[in-house]
């Protein structure tokens, strides 16, 4: 059912996004920015100088378009899987046929598909998220209307090749650990239970940030060049600057943060999308 799939992706993504927004928000401004001395002495400064709401910038447009963000990485994810295993089942839990490599190469499918459509939607949450002092942007579509005004809309995809960098790779990462966990805490011949699926989705969430960081960490900064931040040529030129300014470290920044919020997240994420999918679908 490709359509309930998408349904069920865009449902538990707009959970995920509520769970994990503020300390993306952190995470964020840690990558972008060198003036924070740790997680600590940016939740402090952000919270001192904004309040509660800094920690909530920007989050408004990604919780109305991760309904498009997710629904396309889920729906083309378990449409991908079922096409290359040639199997009739309705949702990811039940491709019984699929192997390590199916579910590797459905991944980066989805994540190729979600960089064509969603790079512009990450831009203007990570500009929101970043501005912590006087109000360039007003809100999401005065963001989009300023960059469109001074950057084209070759600007809306600036950090693009950063973003595929780290997506693509990171999305066949992304579903082949969840799949190997989910069936390691499954009994043979049963239906995976909520312990199983919360595991599951949390560890995949880890590990996928705990590989992705590096680049995230180039995205941020080569999203936040054209507000004011650092400007750089591409993403080699950023890596080099970055290197030899900051060492090794710098593709580091964040790393906690995603691994903190990436199990919470992502475990409730995959339970949402499970549950949607078996309320909408039920197997037989």
Not at 27 to 39: D, E, H, P, S, W
Not at 143 to 155: D, N, Q, S, Y
Not at 229 to 249: D, F, M, P, T
Request: glycine fraction near 12%; hydrophobic fraction near 45%; aromatic fraction near 10%.
């Amino acid at each position: 059912m490709p359509f309930l799939e998408f349904v069920a992706g865009s449902i538990s993504g707009a959970v995920g996004i509520a769970v994990g927004h503020p300390l993306d928000t952190v995470k964020v401004r840690l990558q972008a920015n060198c003036v924070y001395k740790g997680i600590f002495d940016c939740v402090a400064r952000t919270y001192l100088n904004e309040g509660l709401h800094g920690f909530f910038k920007g989050m408004s447009f990604p919780v109305l378009t991760t309904g498009l963000a997710n629904s396309i990485v889920f729906g083309s994810y378990s449409n991908a899987l079922a096409y290359l295993s040639q199997s009739d089942c309705n949702f990811p839990s039940h491709c019984k046929q699929a192997s390590s490599v199916q579910v590797f190469a459905a991944g980066c499918f989805s994540g190729i598909v979600q960089v064509l459509v969603c790079a512009p939607i990450d831009l203007v949450k990570v500009r929101l998220q970043g501005q912590t002092t006087g109000e360039r942007y007003r809100g999401p579509i005065h963001c989009v209307a300023i960059i469109l005004r001074e950057e084209g809309l070759r600007g809306l995809y600036r950090g693009g090749v950063a973003l595929a960098l780290r997506d693509v790779p990171c999305y066949g990462l992304y579903f082949l650990p969840y799949e190997v966990t989910r069936k390691a805490l499954t009994e043979t011949g049963k239906a995976p239970g909520t312990f199983a699926i919360l595991m599951a989705g949390g560890v995949a969430g880890v590990v996928t940030w705990a590989c992705a960081t590096p680049m995230d960490v180039v995205k941020a900064r080569l999203q936040m060049s054209g507000a004011g931040g650092r400007q750089y040529s591409g993403v080699l030129h950023c890596i080099g600057v970055s290197l030899k300014e900051e060492g090794g470290r710098v593709f580091f920044k964040g790393l906690l943060l995603n691994s903190v919020r990436a199990f919470p997240v992502n475990a409730i994420t995959f339970l949402t999308y499970e549950s949607l999918l078996k309320i909408l679908c039920p197997p037989g």
